[in-house]
């Protein structure tokens, strides 16, 4: 069983265990787990500030472009056929090349949230193999794949308390990892 480095297996005794399921099978409310942590909401306000961010920008670009395109338009009466394609190809152009800049950031946004999804998954399993060590469960089952259970095997709340009282809000996205050199 994997632990958490510096905390062994977080430091609850068996006396602490009381009102724990003893079952060979749990069950998780994966997305709650990771919602309601404060780890994942953490992650969640990291990435609404960064789209909220983004959104202003393409708002912001969105605006000037929309008054370089209406200048363009007055300038066509009065300006040479050729000149005035070369202005329209090249603000075409532009436009192009700022879409796909602004693609390129909304999908650097969702890559991140997916990898921090990830990451809080990985830093989870050794919680979750020590709740399965102390209810002798040999798997921890995704709820919304069990058809029926009794919801005394449901270890939603419990996994959620342990990673906030283990992790708390997780490794700061502005802080060096600890575990590179």
């Known amino acids: 069983m994997a632990t958490v ?13 009381l009102g724990i399921p003893k079952s060979l099978i749990l069950t998780i409310h994966s ?13 969640a306000r990291e990435m609404e500030g960064r789209s909220a ?9 969105e605006a000037e472009l929309r008054a370089e395109e209406l200048d363009l338009a007055e300038r066509r009466a ?3 056929p050729e ?6 190809q090249a603000f075409d152009q532009k436009v192009q090349e ?28 050794p919680i979750l193999e020590q709740i399965m060590a102390e209810t002798g469960a040999a798997a921890i089952l995704e709820q919304s794949t069990v058809l029926l ?4 095997i449901d270890v939603t709340d419990l ?17 060096p990892d600890s575990n590179q050199p």
């Open 78 to 80: 009065t300006t040479d």
């Open 149 to 152: 259970s009794a919801d005394a």
């Open 98 to 125: 700022t879409r796909t800049t602004q693609e390129a950031k909304f999908v650097e946004i969702t890559t991140a949230r997916d990898e921090a999804r990830r990451a809080f998954r990985q830093t989870s399993i």
């Open 31 to 43: 997305d709650r787990l990771y919602s309601e942590s404060a780890y994942g909401q953490r992650i």
């Open 159 to 175: 996994a959620i308390t342990r990673i906030d009282t283990i992790l708390g809000e997780g490794l700061d996205a502005s802080e």
């Open 53 to 61: 961010v983004l959104m202003a920008e393409n708002r912001r670009i």
């Open 5 to 17: 480095p510096g905390i062994g297996l977080g430091g609850f005794s068996p006396e602490q265990n």
């Open 83 to 88: 000149a005035f394609r070369a202005l329209a």
